[in-house]
């Protein structure tokens, strides 16, 4: 089946750092990526849409200079969360979404980043 | 988007059928109803997705009535291993399927 990769699967940094998370469908290509933002107990929240060659676009209330989001190629999207503070602590996943066979659009998630922010 | 309703939480012994339901009573008419699994500290893995009456794969059922405004996953047989929360979501089978809402999610606790 169809897998999506995250690295690093966990990172702690400090307060005021930049942290770069990266997101890759490792056996097939996919225009567009999501990043969604999970806190404990809580269900996912999209923060934004990762469109191949283009801008990302945010969902409201997410901070996009705060939140890059590059999508350099059909494999690979990385959100970068900038000057990261103790309430940006979270479970960070993406997804990329299969064209399969018969136009069926099947979304896959990666394992997702658990980021901690002292 | 339409927005879903599912019970919160479900318990279960091994080796019973568990029906999961979920109200989605603002359906359109091109959106699909996918449902998805999720362990703690690990992305949602898809489980299965249909548009109308019945789909079957090797790990469940999704049952859809003509008025689509509602879909039961159905899973059988569960083991311990099924303890997990199960999203429904409804929404466009394009490329904005990741648009698609997140609910509330229903946790299934499967005892021995």
């Known amino acids: 089946g169809a897998v999506v990769s995250q690295h690093p699967s966990w990172v702690i940094c400090k307060s005021g750092t930049s942290v770069k998370i990266e997101c890759r469908s490792l056996d097939f290509q996919a225009t567009t990526m999501f990043w969604y933002r999970q806190f404990p107990k809580q269900s996912l929240m999209l923060m934004a849409t990762?469109?191949?060659?283009?801008?990302?676009?945010?969902e409201q209330g997410v901070e996009k200079d705060k939140f890059l989001i590059n999508h350099a190629s059909l494999t690979l999207s990385t959100l970068t969360v900038t000057s990261a503070h103790p309430e940006d602590s979270s479970f960070y996943i993406c997804?990329?979404?299969?064209?399969?066979?018969?136009?069926?659009?099947?979304?896959?998630f990666g394992p997702g980043t658990r980021l901690t922010v002292t | 988007l339409a927005k879903t309703t599912q019970p919160i939480s479900m318990d279960s012994y091994e080796g019973q059928e568990v029906n999961i339901t979920c109200s989605h009573n603002?359906?359109?008419?091109?959106?699909?109803i996918t449902w998805y699994q999720q362990f703690p500290s690990q992305g949602p893995r898809f489980i299965i997705q249909g548009y109308k009456t019945k789909v079957t794969n090797e790990v469940a059922s999704l049952f859809i009535p003509a008025d689509r405004k509602s879909s039961t996953l159905s899973l059988p047989r569960v083991s311990l291993s099924d303890t997990a929360v199960y999203y429904c979501l409804v929404g466009p089978s394009n490329t904005n399927a990741g648009k698609s809402t997140f609910g509330d999610g229903t946790t299934l606790t499967v005892k021995p």
């Open positions: 997804s990329a979404v299969l064209v399969g066979l018969g136009l069926t659009y099947e979304q896959y």
């Open positions: 990762s469109n191949e060659g283009s801008k990302a676009t945010y």
């Open positions: 603002n359906i359109a008419t091109n959106d699909y």
